[in-house]
């Protein structure tokens, strides 16, 4: 019986965050000059898939849930602490080379060959500022360091 517990405990700790999430979003100010979806679309339908998601955690738990060991969870500190720094290094670097950046340390940390995760995220950095600001017309920032170069 203790064994479903670890799921449902997550499940309502994650359908918690999803309503918090979901309110949140909902008080996001936009102007009149918007797209027809806007800026809460994407975060209020997650907030939702969320909230679906944590009540199948409580309804129908895992019947024997297996903890990861110490080695995953100095993993997902590392993960969250490459997203922290990419969020902080946007701005002043630029997308692309934050991009680069963080695309890089995510393939160092599920051991990827480091020239060859370096090559590939420099291309899929490239590659999307090309789709978002060229394409799409989503101008993305270019960097603090670079405002005299371009952008």
Not at 65 to 91: E, H, Q
Not at 136 to 141: N, Q, W
């Amino acid at each position: 019986m203790t064994s479903h517990l670890t799921d449902r405990v997550t499940g309502v700790f994650l359908l918690l965050f999803a309503i918090w999430y979901g309110y949140r979003t909902t008080l996001f100010k936009v102007s009149f000059m918007v797209d027809p979806v806007g800026p809460k679309a994407f975060p209020l339908i997650l907030a939702i898939l969320m909230g679906v998601l944590s009540l199948y955690l409580i309804i129908k738990p895992d019947p024997s849930p297996v903890w990861p060991g110490s080695a995953t969870w100095i993993r997902i500190g590392l993960i969250t602490l490459t997203f922290i720094a990419y969020a902080y290094l946007m701005v002043p670097i630029g997308f692309v080379l934050a991009t680069t950046f963080e695309v890089t340390a995510l393939a160092l940390i599920f051991r990827g060959p480091l020239l060859k995760s370096l090559v590939g995220a420099f291309i899929l950095s490239a590659a999307l500022y090309g789709l978002f600001d060229m394409l799409l017309g989503l101008s993305l920032p270019t960097g603090l360091i670079f405002r005299g170069w371009w952008g």
